[in-house]
């Protein structure tokens, strides 16, 4: 089996510096159009004809860049908010240039701390993981999947796949740009274990 991850293209509320969760419903700008049909030939050329699955976030800047791919392939689009990106409650929709560093709370790490009331990097990692958990009773191992979601939960993806903890997201290696097509290890997503197969998100879109 082989695993791609894509990263949605650039949507409404990137090119105007606003702050990305859950509740946004930023569709893609023309450039995000133009990124996501990129992607799609790039990830055309990687499965050369194979048989594909593709899963998506159900929010709408990644849903449409997942179209453009399965579009091109002619395969079937899934959609699941295991995929969804980090929550960031009350901050999301704030510009960008409004954010100020908090200080972390005694004894946590900044990895375990929900900013704005929405999720921490910990409740991500069990999220992925049950995602994880959900993909293994619907993928077929002798083909390729494809996995489009958004730039946090997919620097959270790598690091359940890898086998590291919450405190071990590798954010400078690990990030995808814009419309990114990244094939890695599909060895995580194949290994058996008790994780649950509820596929509930961690939080709800406004």
Known sequence: ???????????????????????????????????????????????????????SSDAVRAASTAQAIADRLGARLNVTPLLRE?????????????????????????????WGGGESIVQIRERTRR????????????????LVGHGDALCVLQTVLAGRGHRDVDWEHDSLAPAEVREISAAGLADECGDGVSPGAGCEVG
């Not at 030939?41 to 593709?54: H, I, K, M, S």
């Open 1 to 55: 089996m082989r695993l791609l991850i894509v990263r949605h293209g650039e949507s409404t509320a990137n090119r105007d510096h606003l702050v990305l969760g859950q509740s946004l419903p930023a569709p893609l700008t023309e450039l995000g159009r133009l990124q996501a049909e990129a992607a799609a030939a790039t990830v055309a050329g990687l499965v050369a004809g194979g048989p594909v699955q593709l899963f």
């Open 86 to 114: 980090q929550c960031l409650g009350e901050l999301e929709g704030r510009p960008v240039s409004e954010l100020r560093a908090l200080p972390t709370p005694a004894g946590l790490d900044v990895s375990e701390v929900a």
């Open 131 to 146: 995602l994880r958990a959900w993909l293994r009773t619907r993928i077929d191992a002798r083909g390729t999947v494809v």
